[in-house]
T-cell receptor, first 113, second 112 residues
Framework: DAKTTQPPSMDCAEGRAANLPCNHS???????VYWYRQIHSQGPQYIIH???NNETNEMASLIITEDRKSSTLILPHATLRDTAVYYC??????????????FGKGTKLTVNP | DTAVSQTPKYLVTQMGNDKSIKCEQN?????MYWYKQDSKKFLKIMFS???????INETVPNRFSPKSPDKAHLNLHINSLELGDSAVYFC???????????FGEGSRLTVL
């Protein structure tokens, strides 16, 4: 079962920052926070992941609170193509494929013109 | 080149038939997965294979039989198809189960 809580939907104006929150209050010390998105029934796409520190890549930034019980995915300048369902997932990184990537319901982000 | 490719993209068939979906990845990964996304859009893991060995079998009916002939391929065969099998099936791969999963575009199965 999913161990994260996300709002079911959010809206954002094109060109503005989209801040997507995620609660993971039962996260363990060795669990990473991963974000994926799914654009209109395409295959899910990896965005970013982190353990403790904030992370940034070409797609987004990930801010993890100091107690690691919540995080925020930031899309700095949202475009219409960022309209998608965003999934926040906690996951242990373990070799051998034995751990599961468990998807919750995600947040449906709609970027409006 | 597509990193994770699935065939067919669409499959319409009658109840009771047997069908297969094929998946290939050219990323050199050693772990492959099958996920099912139902009409309510929930994505659920079905199987994972690491180096051709079954690692996760997520209480899927034994009508579903995955087969991994080599690390780059993971096929899904479904016997005696039922209406409830209608869904989008996604294949994915990763390296040793660490890091990000790369998903295929999905195979939409419709059982009539």
């Amino acid at each position: 079962d999913a161990k994260t809580t996300q709002p079911p939907s959010m809206d954002c104006a094109e060109g503005r920052a989209a801040n997507l929150p995620c609660n993971h209050s039962t996260i363990s010390g060795n669990e990473y926070v991963y974000w994926y998105r799914q654009i209109h029934s395409q295959g899910p796409q990896y965005i970013i992941h982190g353990l403790k520190n904030n992370e940034t890549n070409e797609m987004a930034s990930l801010i993890i609170t100091e107690d690691r019980k919540s995080s925020t995915l930031i899309l700095p300048h949202a475009t219409l193509r960022d309209t998608a369902v965003y999934y926040c997932i906690v996951r242990v990184s373990r070799p051998g494929g034995s751990e599961k990537l468990v998807f919750g319901k995600g947040t449906k982000l709609t970027v409006n013109p | 080149d597509t990193a994770v490719s699935q065939t067919p993209k669409y499959l319409v068939t009658q109840m009771g038939n047997d069908k297969s979906i094929k998946c290939e990845q050219n990323l050199g990964h050693d772990t492959m997965y099958w996920y099912k996304q139902d009409s309510k859009k929930f994505l659920k893991i079905m199987f994972s294979y690491n180096n051709k060995e079954l690692i996760i079998n997520e209480t899927v009916p034994n009508r579903f039989s995955p087969k991994s002939p080599d690390k780059a391929h993971l096929n899904l065969h479904i016997n005696s198809l039922e209406l409830g099998d209608s869904a989008v099936y996604f294949c994915a791969s990763s390296q040793s189960g660490i890091g990000e999963l790369f998903f295929g575009e999905g195979s939409r199965l419709t059982v009539l």
